[in-house]
């Protein structure tokens, strides 16, 4: 399900301009339009989730696949071995702006430590 006013399935649409750098039948995957480090990817899901509040046993499959995709994509965009950061936003206090499920990833930079 797509929700109508949502930007990331506007971008999945095709609505507003992304630069892609990956697709297929359950992600979309495109730059980040506010860079956090040189390399900024967001992974979204093509069905319309708001946040990892939504997900159930039923999207195990699809968030293992996004994992998958994350480093299908370090090994194509070529910072694989360089090393990246996975991050997840869940919900306003985590600093979630945009409500629907997307996983950043970021690389091309030292990391402090988050955790
Ligand atoms: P978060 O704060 O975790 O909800 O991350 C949302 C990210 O989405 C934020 O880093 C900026 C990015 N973003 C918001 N609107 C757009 C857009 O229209 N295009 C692109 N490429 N990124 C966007």
């Known amino acids: 399900m ?8 506007k971008i ?3 609505e507003i301009p992304s630069q892609k ?21 967001l ?5 319309h989730l708001a ?3 939504a997900l159930e046993e039923k999207h195990e499959a ?3 696949h996004i ?10 965009q070529g910072f694989a071995e360089y090393g990246y950061r996975i991050v997840n936003n869940c919900g ?9 499920l997307h996983f950043h990833v970021l690389s091309g930079a030292k990391f402090d430590r988050m955790v």
Not at 21 to 41: G, K, S
Not at 43 to 47: A, D, Q, T, W
Not at 92 to 100: D, W
Request: with cysteine; net charge negative; glycine share 4%.
């Open 12 to 14: 999945i649409r095709g």
């Open 92 to 100: 306003e206090n985590a600093g979630q702006t945009v409500f629907h």
């Open 2 to 9: 797509m929700e109508e006013n949502c930007i990331f399935c």
């Open 62 to 64: 699809l968030v293992g």
């Open 51 to 53: 946040s990892a509040n």
């Open 67 to 76: 994992l998958v995709c994350a480093r299908k994509i370090a090994e194509e």
């Open 43 to 47: 992974i979204v899901p093509k069905e």
């Open 21 to 41: 750098v990956y697709e297929d039948e359950w992600v979309y995957a495109f730059r980040d339009i506010n860079p956090a480090a040189p390399t900024h990817i």
